[in-house]
């Protein structure tokens, strides 16, 4: 099932300089995407690796389904580049996440993200966007229930991040995980988000919170295109 998380973080800061987050609370529903922008060094990256359980060093509580992060099950994390193992084949880097799912089952989640057969292939055989589609279905192996996507579309072509954002569509319409999408781009959330929050400042805060109501599967290009402006506006700030 889908957890909720909350975050409630005290402090969080490197070194000496001014902290990262302080007083800074968000909470975010079981079973619902939430969007995260703001413009780079804000610290939309170092709060995943909070809410993963990666980095411990703050002060505060992060709780998935009521346990501390670094309690919690890891949750699935794409990263902005695949961080695929080269020596290992497509399959055994799915396999690497979850040992135990077994080999039909890892194949199958190959299948879902479109690599039916290419599991047998190593990284250096796979296009950039297959070598994405395999960091997917690792995060899916891992944990399917909540995934952490840290800017999953950076670097890819205008067709192949359309193709990776429909891809994602889908298999969140399939499993309803919790998710956190960390991008800079407004169309990213104004296509898949339920709920979009924007940072800024130091030490960062919630900006603005913006529900996106329409289902996902009911967006036509007028309602994405309204929900990018409305976003985009209120990442300018006031005029």
Not at 18 to 25: E, Y
Not at 87 to 113: F, I, K, R, Y
Not at 128 to 152: H, K, S
């Amino acid at each position: 099932m889908a957890p909720g998380l909350s975050i409630a973080i005290a402090e969080k800061r490197f070194g000496s300089g001014a902290p990262l987050f302080a007083a800074f609370r968000l909470d975010v529903a079981p079973g619902s995407v939430l969007a995260l922008l703001g413009p780079s060094g804000i610290g939309k990256s170092s709060l995943l690796r909070l809410l993963a359980g990666i980095d411990r060093d703050f002060s505060g509580t992060i709780a998935i389904d009521g346990v501390a992060a670094d309690q919690a099950p890891m949750p699935g994390f794409v990263f902005q580049d695949a961080r695929l193992l080269p020596w290992l084949s497509a399959l055994d880097n799915v396999l690497l996440a979850a040992p135990a799912m077994g080999v039909p089952a890892a194949e199958t989640l190959l299948d879902q993200v479109g690599l039916g057969g290419r599991g047998a292939d190593f990284p250096a055989q796979l296009s950039g966007g297959m070598q994405r589609r395999v960091a997917l279905a690792r995060a899916l192996a891992a944990n399917p229930g909540l995934l952490l996507l840290d800017e999953p579309f950076v670097s890819l072509d205008a067709a192949l991040a359309a193709e990776m954002r429909a891809l994602l569509a889908r298999l969140i319409a399939a499993s309803r995980p919790s998710m956190v999408l960390v991008t800079h781009d407004a169309d990213d959330a104004a296509r898949l988000a339920d709920r979009a929050v924007i940072l800024a400042g130091r030490p960062a805060a919630i900006v603005a919170d913006l529900a996106l109501p329409v289902p996902r599967a009911e967006r036509d290009e007028a309602q994405v295109d309204d929900y990018r402006r409305r976003l985009e506006t209120l990442a300018k700030g006031p005029a």
